[in-house]
């Protein structure tokens, strides 16, 4: 079990000192539970009312369709926060569910408790607010990102765009991906053999070396020479 002492050091908590999350853990009387992996967490549908933590271990938020299509929407390592875009919403939403990849303890806070103070008016609850927004204004940069990278027409431009953002935020043409190759076909709404084949083709074109997590484009400007291939081949 985490610490009183490391919830300071997570986003929704950071300008806390440890007194004060300890404050807050009593006002707010969040339920902490753990999970194997597999498991899930929590479901989202029909409008969610609680924002969830994730205090140990790795978990995904996934949506499942009518046909038990399964579409990664986000991964979440320790830290990570769920449903704060749905639980403000106020509106109906799909079956949005949190599944434990390993694993994992979560935090179950009720939406309620977030938006207002309490008797107390403790000055830990504004900076939880802020922290909140802060959250929520970051995660609507990632979604706009990648529906950038959703809205390119082929695997091998989803592949280019997606590798363009990351390589813009490191300065540099060469970078890590976030998460496992597998993650990324999931990322991309791709078949994993499908964008398999397609990086081993970016690669033998000489336009990138891939090794593991680890990616280098070898051109210092790959994306127009890549593009006007891409063009060509159409």
């Known amino acids: ?21 300890q404050r807050m853990m009593e006002c707010f009387r969040a339920p902490l539970k753990s999970f194997h992996p597999g498991e ?5 549908g029909g409008g969610g009312e609680t ?5 140990t271990g790795t978990a995904a938020v996934v949506k499942i369709d009518a046909g038990g299509g399964r579409t990664v929407l986000e991964r979440l390592s320790e830290g990570g926060v769920f449903g704060e875009l749905i639980a403000f919403a106020s509106l109906p939403c799909d079956s949005v569910s949190v599944v434990c990849e390993t694993a994992c303890e979560v935090l179950l806070l009720p939406q309620e408790k977030l938006t207002s103070t309490c008797g107390k008016a403790c000055d830990c609850h504004r900076i939880l607010i802020e922290n909140m ?3 929520i204004s970051r995660k609507a940069f990632a979604l706009s990102e990648r529906v950038e ?11 280019l ?6 390589a813009a935020k490191e300065h540099s043409l060469s970078f890590t991906l976030p998460f496992s190759l597998s993650a990324l076909a999931d990322y991309i709404c791709s078949d994993r053999s499908a964008m ?13 070396e891939v090794s593991g997590r680890n990616v280098r ?5 790959p994306f127009e020479k890549a593009d006007l291939c891409a063009a060509s081949l159409v």
């Open 51 to 55: 924002v969830g933590i994730l205090l």
């Open 1 to 21: 079990m985490i610490e009183m002492q490391e919830f300071s050091k997570l986003p929704l908590f950071s300008g806390n000192p440890e007194t004060e999350c």
């Open 161 to 166: 765009c997606c590798f363009r953002i990351f």
């Open 133 to 135: 927004f802060s959250l």
């Open 149 to 159: 990278v959703l809205s390119c027409r082929t695997i091998r431009e989803k592949l």
């Open 217 to 221: 484009f070898l051109s210092e400007h």
């Open 40 to 44: 899930t967490a929590y479901t989202y």
């Open 196 to 208: 398999m084949r397609e990086l081993k083709r970016l690669r033998e074109e000489g336009f990138l």
